[in-house]
């Protein structure tokens, strides 16, 4: 079975909120010029809706993970509406998961609401396959010992933690000292299965990189894996010849395409006809499968997530 781990779906109104802040950004834009997502705002929801299954769909892929994606939370417990730009609810993703086959149910709870251990367990019920967390944008540092309950119960139900590692441009990175993939040792401290999504990567060129950290932990760690979203970037795919070369760390990769955010073909890695040839695939799921595929990753890093994940 191969799965995309790493997509993403925004929530106007029906299952959550974006912020005027993200919708007016010129990722957003770009977005909905690129899908054809047009005229009224409230027929945005369902347009994106039938974009994104389509794009499964044609992508050649058997399942693609979709991703909720919780709001900010205070070190009460309380949630921070103020500083909360995307928020995707668990039951608007779950019930696409429910109504399409080839969705996954990615649930996402920020660890320091009082209810977090009780959310976990309602979205396993509801058939999570794994909690997805962005540490810089929802605004929490995994180190926390406030996270440990939490870790302990993610362990109990054997679902794994998506954790966003290294930078961010997408969504606002109101708390950038919590890139670094070493705050997720507690976690595998505790039994839990962790993916760090783009493996420590930096989104800038200026930006601290974490990728050796990360390839160190794979090395050391029995069940920390990456995923390969976004890598293929301009600004992240500095990091792809250390990835592919070692034996160890390209054994820990698994498939994420980031999506909707585009995917770019290395042209250093994969010279100009075969990044041209790419490019003119414009389902970017499948050419983000395409791209991958040209960069020489084995049947293994295909199949490996389908293993790690919480499948009903």
Request: glycine share 6%.
């Amino acid at each position: 079975m191969i799965i995309d781990v790493h997509t993403h779906i925004c929530a106007l109104g029906r299952g959550g909120m974006t912020s005027e802040r993200l919708i007016r950004s010129p990722a957003f834009r770009f977005m909905r010029w690129w899908l054809g997502i047009h005229g009224e705002r409230s027929t945005w929801p369902a347009q994106l809706e039938t974009a994104m299954l389509r794009t499964i769909d044609e992508s050649g892929l058997d399942k693609a993970a979709i991703l909720a994606f919780d709001a900010v939370h205070r070190e009460d417990g309380t949630r921070d509406d103020a500083n909360t730009h995307l928020y995707v609810e668990n039951d608007y993703v779950a019930e696409l998961a429910a109504r399409n086959a080839k969705v996954l149910f990615g649930a996402s709870i920020h660890p320091y609401r009082r209810d977090a251990v009780g959310e976990l367990e309602r979205c396993v019920k509801m058939g999570a396959v794994l909690v997805k967390w962005l540490p810089l944008t929802q605004v929490m540092n995994p180190a926390n010992p406030r996270c440990f309950p939490f870790y302990e119960a993610m362990a109990h139900h054997r679902i794994p933690l998506l954790c966003h590692t290294g930078g961010e441009q997408t969504l606002t990175a109101p708390d950038r000292t919590v890139r670094d993939p070493a705050r997720l040792l507690p976690a595998l401290q505790r039994g839990v299965t962790v993916i760090a999504a783009h493996c420590g990567t930096r989104s800038l060129w200026w930006e601290e990189s974490y990728l050796e950290t990360f390839c160190e932990m794979a090395k050391q760690h029995e069940r920390f894996y990456g995923d390969t979203a976004a890598i293929t970037l301009p600004t992240r795919n500095y990091c792809l010849k250390r990835l592919l070369s070692d034996a160890q760390v390209r054994g820990k990769l698994v498939h994420g395409s980031d999506w909707p955010v585009v995917s770019w073909p290395p042209v250093r890695h994969l010279g100009l006809l075969q990044s041209w040839r790419s490019l003119r695939e414009r389902n970017w799921m499948k050419r983000d499968i395409l791209i991958k595929k040209q960069l020489g990753l084995d049947d293994a890093y295909w199949h490996r997530v389908a293993s790690i994940l919480r499948l009903p």
